[in-house]
């Protein structure tokens, strides 16, 4: 708000450190989209009503995931982002928020039993859907090589990655418990998966979530490219479209401290 306020950002590049301005007037960037697994802040720092008010257009992902202290162990609980839900859709249209349910996790703990983050998809899926949202975009998690050494030092747990006969029956269960919600499954950066399952899962969709499209469907024509984004990786399927990143996961750190971040360099 500090950099809405003063009309710019001033964004480090994370390779070199130089700093980028970014004009953040109304006119200059018309539309904020939100990430995050905790708008709590947000609405009880009054920040919406401002914002619009300012003249900016918002949209949001919100990260709904099932309640699992292992995994993420400072988010809030599950009924009080349930309530955010039906909070983000009064102050924006429910198209305007899409809900994520991400990343897939299966893993195994000390005592031999695998575990899982899918045990509280239908009472998610049914609050977005009474507040009007239909999509959830989802993933399987991609362990790199420091979640898998925090994971052994933090919980002797040891994150497992299903075979692709397994991740179609677990989309297929998902598909069976959102589709009569009226709520829409799409992957995130799962190309490969996507092509190995052909047509097994007909509908299962790629997401694209950060759609020109998606913006303009909302809020009206705004003149935007609809070009794709070079730098997002494009190999594995994202198909996202222009846009200019104002986060720093160095100066605006992360409290959730999940078991399977890849970018919060103070974990």
């Given at each position: 708000m ?42 009880s ?6 914002l ?15 309640e ?14 349930l309530?955010?839900?039906r ?28 575990q899982?983050?899918l045990?509280?998809?239908?009472r ?6 009474e ?12 362990i790199?090589?420091?979640v ?6 933090r ?24 589709s ?27 997401s ?12 009206g024509?705004l ?13 594995q ?11 720093s996961?160095r100066?605006h ?5 999940c ?8 974990l």
């Open positions: 500090d950099g809405i306020r003063a009309g710019a950002f001033f964004v480090p590049n994370p390779f070199n450190g130089r700093m980028a301005r970014i004009p953040a007037d109304p006119h200059a960037a018309p539309v904020i989209v939100f990430w995050s697994k905790d708008y709590g802040p947000f609405l720092g009054g920040y919406g009503p401002e619009l008010r300012r003249g900016y257009r918002l949209l949001f992902h919100f990260t709904v995931n099932s699992n202290p292992f995994l993420e162990p400072n988010v809030p609980p599950l009924r009080e982002r309530g955010q839900i909070r983000l859709t009064a102050l924006v249209p429910p198209e305007a928020v899409r809900w994520r349910f991400d990343p897939l996790c299966f893993y195994q703990t000390a005592d031999g039993r695998l899982h983050n045990q509280d998809l239908e998610i899926g049914q609050a977005a859907a507040a009007g949202i239909r999509e959830c975009i989802t993933s399987f998690a991609h790199y090589e420091k898998a050494r925090r994971a052994t030092a919980g002797s747990c040891r994150f497992v990655d299903p075979p692709d006969s397994k991740k179609q029956e677990i989309l297929a269960w998902m598909l069976e418990k959102l009569p919600l009226g709520v829409r499954l799409t992957l995130c950066c799962q190309k490969s998966l996507l092509n190995a399952l052909g047509e097994a899962l007909p509908g299962l969709g790629a694209l979530c950060l759609s020109h499209a998606w913006i303009e469907a909302v809020y024509p003149g935007l490219s609809h070009r794709p984004d070079t730098g997002q990786r494009r190999s399927g994202c198909g996202c479209h222009t846009a200019k990143d104002v986060g996961y100066t750190r992360c409290r959730h401290r078991l399977y971040c890849y970018a919060n360099p103070v």
